[in-house]
């Protein structure tokens, strides 16, 4: 804001001075005589007399000029006039030349300039203090949401805005607080789950594993030697490790579980939405670093599923395309099978082991291709969820060292 502030005193400042040199280039255009008109008038009348004589002038298409009297000798009856005159003298002959000049033409001319320059000044000023006041005065009201964001405040207060260029983004802020602030109790509550399943399993798996431990030193010191209470007790043993082995599977079972709530509203949307959203994007991306990036013909379709979620989806597969492609070639191609559509993602330089293809979309999961590159495992793992939850697929395989991730949607 300090900087709009500076900027808007060089403005006013700059206005300042234009009104003030036009001022100043009118003042000397009168004193030098470029602002008087009659003078050019006479100037062209003389060139007229030069060439084709005093007959050849017609003081009809004059606006100043009024009179031409000529005389061979200057009596002083020549120089006495009414209006004001200039004499000239063409070929040894004088010519007095009478001429007026109407009253305030310069006055209007300079009322005129200023009057001009006046109302552009006001208006680049009104301008400028209405950004100042509906756009960079509430944008500078939330320049620090992001940042209390950031730093896990989710209290921070945004004031409603009504403003055309400020309440959808105010609007969108405020949804991602809340959000957030969603996503921060679904992890706590998770964490208290996991922590109150650990902790009852644990002291469920007390039980067991002590009595194990009596029934092993009885053994060991030769408490029961009857072979029968042996294998009774070799039999308990047994029993209780397989109630072990059924908490230890729970435990399992409780750490597979979906973690991520992955919500999804199923509707319907036109095959090239999804693709121009997709496209639009990533043309320039992959212009920056560029990749070749090519975009196959298709047939538009309704199809079935979540449009939002199904640019996520495309979005991800773009993101490993670029991200463990050799950044030659990536293309986006189209294909129809029994009610089906099939979305391909091409990248050129797969160095995925085809023995691993079975893992790629299991949760925290990494290739052997991923050394040096950074990533969760979970951009794939999310585009399976998100196809199941849409009722489609998602499947990968390798082609002439081309890695191709095909997404299917259901045709409406």
């Known amino acids: 804001m300090k ?10 400042l700059g206005m300042l001075l234009i009104i003030i040199g036009a001022n100043g280039i009118l003042y000397y255009q009168n004193c030098s005589g470029s602002g008087r008109p009659y003078l050019v008038e006479i100037n062209r009348l003389v060139y007229t007399i030069q060439e084709k004589g005093l007959e050849a002038v017609d003081l009809s298409r004059c606006q100043y000029v009024t009179g031409i009297e000529k005389t061979a000798d200057a009596s002083p009856e020549f120089y006495h006039a009414d ?8 070929d040894g002959v004088l010519y007095r030349m009478d001429y007026i000049v109407p009253e305030g033409k310069q006055e209007k ?3 005129l300039v200023n009057g001009i320059l006046l109302v552009m000044s006001l208006f680049v000023i009104t301008v400028m203090i209405w950004i100042r006041h509906k756009i960079l005065l509430p944008f500078d009201t939330m320049k620090n949401v992001p940042y209390e964001l950031s730093r896990g405040n989710l209290s921070v207060p945004l004031k409603e805005s009504k403003s055309r260029f400020f309440g959808k983004f105010v609007w969108g802020l405020d949804l991602l607080r809340e959000s957030i602030e969603q996503q921060k109790r679904r992890e706590l509550d998770l964490q208290k789950e996991k922590k109150t399943l650990v902790l009852s399993i644990s002291h469920d798996i007390k039980t067991p594993l002590s009595a ?3 029934y092993a030193k009885a053994l060991s010191k030769g408490i029961y030697t009857d072979p029968e209470k042996q294998f009774s007790i070799t039999e308990s043993i047994n029993a209780k490790a397989d109630e072990i082995e059924g908490y230890v599977s729970c435990l399992i079972k409780a750490s597979r579980e979906d973690f991520l709530n992955l919500e999804v509203h199923n509707g319907e949307f036109y095959l090239s939405e999804l693709v121009q959203r997709i496209s639009a994007y990533y043309t320039e991306k992959l212009a920056l670093v560029s990749i070749d990036f090519t975009v196959e013909a298709y047939l538009d379709c309704l199809l079935r599923g979540d449009a939002d979620r199904s640019v996520e989806v495309l979005q991800n597969i773009m993101e490993n395309a670029i991200k463990y492609g050799d950044g030659h070639r990536i293309d986006i191609r189209f294909a129809q099978e029994e009610g089906c559509q099939l979305i391909t993602v091409r990248n050129s330089g797969c160095t995925l082991p085809e023995t691993e293809l079975v893992h790629i979309f299991d949760s925290f999961w990494q290739g052997s291709n991923t050394d040096g590159k950074h990533g969760s495992g979970l951009g794939l793992y999310i585009c399976r969820q998100l196809m199941n939850k849409m009722d489609g697929e998602i499947f990968a395989d390798i082609e002439e060292n081309c890695m191709r991730m095909t997404a299917v949607w259901q045709q409406a």
């Open 109 to 111: 001319t300079v009322w």
């Open 83 to 90: 209006h004001d005159y200039v004499v000239r003298e063409i």
């Open 212 to 214: 194990i431990k009596l």
């Open 3 to 12: 900087r709009f502030n500076q900027i808007f005193g060089m403005i006013v």
